[in-house]
């Protein structure tokens, strides 16, 4: 049985009220997202993501303090071991907070990225447990340079000149400062680099592997 108005049977229903009705009719109804997209998912706020950055920023200066008490204080000369444990807690950490399976591909690349992360936590370890912690945050201090060089050379992505010459200062003042620590062991420092140099690979694997997972979804 037809439920329609009696005006669209009698003919006095223009062109530009059934369109106009037609229309109202899909504006009502809500958009339908393919599930697993980011709509479906819901993006985080602003101040979601400043708290996040906030506890990222503090809890990334108080591991690096607290390895270095470690090694000091209570003279342990495993990094490597520190490094591992490290990495267990943190897989386990995922691992329970995983709510959908990867994908093949998705899998791999959390896998590099993970290679690379334990990496530069090994490194830096091994070169925290050498040098003096406030020679080791000036090292650290330049991740921003090799983040930008490294995304410029494996993702081609062009910077702007005012980014590279923001990190001009920053650099200049922690190689004079590595310059003037003649007391720091010159192996610690090369593990610090590496480590460094690591770290900005990460942020790359990172940002693409977000990227990638975005577009999938």
Known sequence: MCHCPPEHHDG??????AASAAGGARVARPPEWPPGSPQTLGQP????????????LLAGASMSSLNKWIFTVHSFGRPLLLS???MLAAALACHWGAQRPMPGGTHRRVLLLSLTFGTSMACGNVGLSAVPLDLAQLVTTTTPLFTLALSALLLGRRHHPLQMAAMGPLCLGAACSLAGEFRAPPTGCGFLLAATCLRGLKSVQQSDLTFQVCKMG
Do not use: I
């Open 45 to 56: 706020g602003r101040a979601r993501v400043a708290v996040a950055a906030l506890v990222w």
């Open 12 to 17: 006095r229903m223009t062109s530009v009220e």
């Open 84 to 86: 591992a444990l490290h």
